[in-house]
């Protein structure tokens, strides 16, 4: 089976930390460009950040920059994004897609992902 699958999502305090995986299983991710999304109610789905399939390219979107980190553990076949200082405005369900791009990163919208997860809700509220 070509499968993604997220996990590690949770209910945090502001200021707080969570680690979201990204398990690829019936391909290689080092071969695929992989993006976190998220959407929040209400709001537009968003790219959070990426890292590319050439070259280990990684890419943030500025609200994140500073707090998030996106990593990719080619052993695990997986994809992780370490989420620190944790704000309320974060709170949206967390999507991981994978796609054959090159260098390029965060400049590709949803429907040219060819792999989606299920998604993994983040709450962020005291």
């Known amino acids: 089976q070509v499968q993604l699958m997220e996990s590690g999502g949770g209910l945090v305090q502001p200021g707080g930390s969570l680690r979201l995986s990204c398990a690829a299983s019936?391909?290689?991710?080092?071969?695929?460009?992989t993006t976190w999304f998220r959407q929040a109610p209400g709001k537009e789905r968003e790219g959070v950040s990426c890292v590319s399939s050439v070259g280990g390219r990684t890419e943030y979107t500025a609200s994140v920059k500073g707090r998030f980190t996106i990593s990719r553990d080619n052993a695990d076949n997986t994809v992780y994004l370490q989420m620190n200082s944790l704000k309320a405005e974060d709170t949206a369900v967390y999507y991981c897609?994978?796609?054959?791009?090159?260098?390029?990163?965060?400049?590709?919208?949803?429907?040219?992902?060819?792999?989606w997860g299920q998604g993994t809700q983040v709450t962020v509220s005291s």
């Open positions: 019936g391909f290689t991710l080092d071969g695929y460009t």
């Open positions: 897609a994978a796609g054959r791009f090159g260098y390029d990163c965060l400049g590709h919208v949803a429907y040219e992902y060819d792999y």
